[in-house]
């Protein structure tokens, strides 16, 4: 079964801060792991695909396959990446996409 | 190139009415699929397609029903509806089989806000 963890409902930070938002998956195949960023009602937006290794936004996450985490991570919060980030895995050979349930994050002047 | 597009946006149901969403895209993607939207629970499945003729239920697909006669068209079906559905609606798509490069994940639909009373 695939399985998808964001531990953090909410996260708040100041703007400057570090930011790493935590993903922890259950797979037991080798999963293919993204990170959609979804602005106020708006449609989600991919951020971060782990296959691609781009950084998007000046956000990067590796995958760690020891711990199964795939944490999204920025030096330098802006106050516009206060949005709803929601970490997703794609088992080998399926093609449905699973999420975790998401992580809000606010980032205050 | 319109993507995926969604329609309606909102909609306000009566328990017991039936309706169906509609979504389209114009990308030539094999894959289809529709997730729900709720507060605390993430995006979770309801149904997906992988092809014209072919579909299966995902996480929670009761009470829900869809067909995919073209590549194009992937409705999403609500046979009775209920206030436990009221949601936010995405449809979502991609190729079968995804490339590796950053453009070639699932494509959103800008969603569908349904509310049964």
């Known amino acids: 079964a695939q399985r998808v963890t964001q531990p953090e409902k909410l996260l708040s930070v100041f703007k400057g801060a570090p930011v790493e938002l935590k993903c922890n998956y259950s797979y037991s195949g080798s999963p293919e792991l993204f990170w959609y960023v979804q602005y106020s009602r708006q449609r989600l937006q991919l951020l971060l695909r782990?296959?691609s290794r781009e950084s998007i936004k000046g956000f990067t996450a590796d995958l760690n396959k020891g711990e199964t985490s795939f944490h999204l991570k920025k030096p330098f919060a802006q106050e516009e990446d206060s949005a709803m980030y929601y970490c997703a895995l794609r088992g080998t050979g399926f093609q449905k996409l699973v999420f975790g349930t998401g992580t809000r994050l606010l980032v205050s002047p | 190139n319109a993507g995926v597009t969604q329609t309606p946006k909102f909609q306000v149901l009566k328990t017991g009415q039936s309706m169906t969403l509609q979504c389209a895209q114009d990308m030539n993607h094999e894959y289809m699929s529709w997730y729900r939207q709720d507060p605390g629970m993430g995006l979770r499945l309801i149904h997906y397609?992988?092809?014209?003729?072919?579909?299966d239920q995902g996480e929670v697909p009761n009470g829900y029903n869809v067909s995919r006669s073209t590549t194009e068209d992937f409705p999403l079906r609500l046979l009775s509806a209920a206030p436990s559905q009221t949601s936010v609606y995405f449809c979502a798509s991609s190729y079968v089989g995804q490339g590796t490069g950053f453009g070639d994940g699932y494509t959103f639909g800008s969603g569908t806000r349904l509310t049964v009373v």
């Open positions: 782990h296959i």
């Open positions: 397609s992988v092809g014209a003729g072919i579909t």
